[in-house]
Nanobody
Framework: QVQLAESGGGLVQAGGSLRLSCAASGRTFSIHSMGWFCQAPGKEREFVAGIDWTGGSTLYADDVKGRFTISRDNAKNTVYLQMNSLKPEDTNVYYC?????????????????WGQGTQVTVSS
């Protein structure tokens, strides 16, 4: 069982940066791949980024490539999402998710554990 808690969301102007953190409880964090998803009201959760157990392999949605960076620190049981060059269309609730497999996936149904989400608002 893994429990996840996101932090770091907030209000930022377009072009600015935020770093989201996701702290995980449980001794098995290092054997879970992790993902970040976002969700707007009335819409399905969309994949943003994913990272494997070791951090050696990452995945990104096309619209965040080159702007967002996912990373993890297994010693701290934490995964991060560095968000640069933010745009108003990045405004969403961001969720982290965990799955007990080596590689991350792009689909929300592949993940077993979810955090409560953190709001990111980008003003124009």
């Amino acid at each position: 069982q893994v429990q996840l808690a996101e932090s770091g969301g907030g209000l930022v102007q377009a072009g600015g940066s935020l770093r989201l953190s996701c702290a995980a409880s449980g001794r098995t964090f290092s054997i879970h791949s992790m993902g970040w998803f976002c969700q707007a009201p009335g819409k399905e959760r969309e994949f943003v980024a994913g990272i494997d157990w070791t951090g050696g392999s990452t995945l990104y949605a096309d619209d965040v490539k080159g702007r967002f960076t996912i990373s993890r620190d297994n010693a701290k049981n934490t995964v991060y999402l560095q968000m640069n060059s933010l745009k108003p269309e990045d405004t969403n609730v961001y969720y982290c998710a965990a799955r007990p497999y080596y590689t991350s996936r792009r689909y929300s149904y592949d993940y077993d554990y979810w955090g409560q989400g953190t709001q990111v608002t980008v003003s124009s």
